[in-house]
């Protein structure tokens, strides 16, 4: 049990990992898992010490806002970065298109020709039937 740590060292009270000390009151006491903070009227957050002594809820609280904060700064500027990248290497191309878009030119040309071929063949055939018919 926690509280016969009470009054000795926040390290000895510490040892057990269910163990919260407080040190403004020099108490050992079950932490409250029910709560991820300890409620203020136990412990005050730069006073209560969980785990380690040297590290306080409140600068843990401090430290990874910062942490947190600079990652998620960290992932933006990558994004932008690589949105950037991309739209200017484009531009710098000269607007050409990639290999996707060249493909895609090439086959709707092919296309074109194909297509172009098939009217004047039909348009062959259908003279020729005219002719045959004497319907010119």
């Given amino acids: 049990e926690c509280r016969q740590y009470t009054n000795r060292s926040c390290e000895e009270c510490l040892k057990n990992v269910t163990c ?16 991820i903070l ?3 009227d ?6 209560a010490r969980w785990g380690v002594c040297w590290v306080n809820f409140e ?3 401090i430290a990874m806002s910062v942490v947190g904060g600079a ?6 500027v990558c994004c ?5 990248k991309k739209k ?22 092919k296309r074109r020709v194909r297509q172009e071929e098939r009217r004047a063949e039909m348009k062959s055939r259908h003279d020729e039937i ?6 010119v």
Avoid: H
């Fill in 20 to 35: 919260l000390w407080c040190a403004s009151s020099g108490r050992c006491m079950e932490y409250p898992v029910r709560r």
């Fill in 38 to 40: 300890p409620p203020a």
């Fill in 42 to 47: 136990l412990c005050e957050l730069r006073s």
């Fill in 59 to 61: 600068a843990l609280i």
């Fill in 71 to 76: 990652f998620l700064i960290m992932l933006g």
């Fill in 80 to 84: 932008c970065c690589c949105c950037c």
């Fill in 88 to 109: 200017s290497k484009k531009q710098v191309s000269g607007g050409e298109p990639d290999k996707d878009d060249e493909r895609a030119a090439r086959e709707r040309e």
């Fill in 130 to 135: 005219r002719r045959k018919y004497g319907t």
